[in-house]
């Protein structure tokens, strides 16, 4: 898309070349409102058009139907072959790759609960709630409260529900949960560096 004074940025279009105005939408805050370059929006357009092409398939329903049914669209992504020209073309796409893919996917799910585009409790299907209390005031969200008291809540975000894998570092140590939570400084293998 072409705006009047020059700039651009990609959205997702249906198949009688209608913007979608959901993703259209995200995609403009993306490029504009967090300010991402052109070629993220480009990126991000082509991994939510195949969520959404695949939400448009047989049987799929709502958005908030196929957000609750991400596990089927991850198996989609892991033996669907790549179409695109590449080196992974005829391959299905790495966990990377489809890190990627489901990355984006939560951040548009975020978006549209934000705006009201969806029903904002479809994100307990996308994230894990997790327990913070036990976590150092600074490694809590500013301003994180429940009912049981300050400090003591629950929150969406913690953890991504979906395939992930750890990477280790280059030195092949990771970060113990005491020397993250610790906040007073961070262990070398964060960085590569040698202890």
């Known amino acids: 898309m072409v705006l009047p004074d020059g700039r651009c940025y990609w959205t997702v279009v249906d198949e009688d070349y209608v913007k979608v105005e959901v993703a259209d939408h995200f995609l403009f805050d993306l490029r504009f409102g967090r300010d991402r370059a052109e070629s993220t929006s480009r990126v991000y357009a082509s991994e939510l058009a195949r969520f959404l092409g695949w939400c448009r398939g ?3 329903g709502s958005l908030e139907d196929a957000a609750r049914h991400l596990s089927r669209f991850v198996l989609s992504l892991r033996t669907t072959p790549t179409t695109r020209p590449g080196a992974g073309q005829g391959r299905p796409p790495g966990s ?6 489901l990355a984006v996917v939560r951040e548009f799910f975020k978006h549209a609960a934000a705006n009201g585009a969806v029903d904002g409790e479809v994100l307990a299907a996308l994230y894990e709630v997790a327990d913070d209390r036990f976590l150092p ?3 809590r969200p500013e301003g994180e409260a429940c009912a049981t008291g300050p400090g003591l809540g629950t929150g969406y975000g913690r953890l991504a529900r979906g395939p992930q894998r750890r990477r280790p570092s280059k030195s092949g140590r990771r970060c113990s949960r005491r020397q993250v939570a610790g906040g007073t400084g961070f262990c070398s293998s964060c960085f590569g560096f040698a202890a």
């Open 58 to 60: 047989p049987g799929q």
């Open 96 to 101: 990377g790759r489809v890190n990627h893919v």
């Open 137 to 139: 005031a600074e490694l």
